[in-house]
Nanobody
C-alpha cells in the first residue's frame, strides 16, 4: 500500500520561510517523479513544483520561481519544498504527489492528504 505523508505546514507572516517535507512508502521512490501542488479555498488545485527521479530536473509555476525550491533525498524516500519570501497569496493546502507526469498532463498516481500553509500579511 502506497502512502504519501506531508508535514511542515503552519501559520507564518509574509516574508517568512517554511519547509515542507513529504515521505513516501510502498513505492520505488527513486524511480518516480514527485511534485507539490496546492489548493486555495474556492480555487482549483494547481501545480507548484516538480522534480525528476534523480533530482536533475525541476520545474516550477511562474509565481513561485526564485522563491520556492524542490529537492529530494532518495535514500530517505523524501521530497522537500523550501518556500522563501512567502506571500499571502501562497496560502493554501499543499499536497505532495508521487508518479507525476511532469512533461505532460501533470497528473499523479498517488496523493497525500495535504498540509495547510497560511501566510498572514
Amino acid at each position: 500500500q502506497v502512502q504519501v505523508v506531508e508535514s511542515g505546514g503552519g501559520l507564518v507572516q509574509a516574508g517568512d520561510s517554511l519547509k515542507l517535507s513529504c515521505t513516501t512508502s510502498g513505492l520505488a521512490f527513486g524511480r518516480v517523479q514527485m511534485g507539490w501542488f496546492r489548493q486555495a479555498p474556492g480555487l482549483e488545485r494547481e501545480f507548484v513544483a516538480g522534480i525528476g527521479w534523480s533530482g536533475g530536473f525541476t520545474d516550477y509555476r511562474d509565481s513561485v520561481k526564485g522563491r520556492f525550491a524542490i529537492s529530494r533525498d532518495n535514500a530517505k524516500n523524501t521530497v522537500y519544498l523550501v518556500m522563501n519570501n512567502l506571500k499571502p497569496e501562497d496560502t493554501a493546502t499543499y499536497y505532495c504527489a508521487a508518479g507525476v507526469d511532469l512533461w505532460g498532463t501533470r497528473r499523479a498516481d498517488y496523493w497525500g492528504k495535504g498540509t495547510l500553509v497560511t501566510v498572514s500579511s
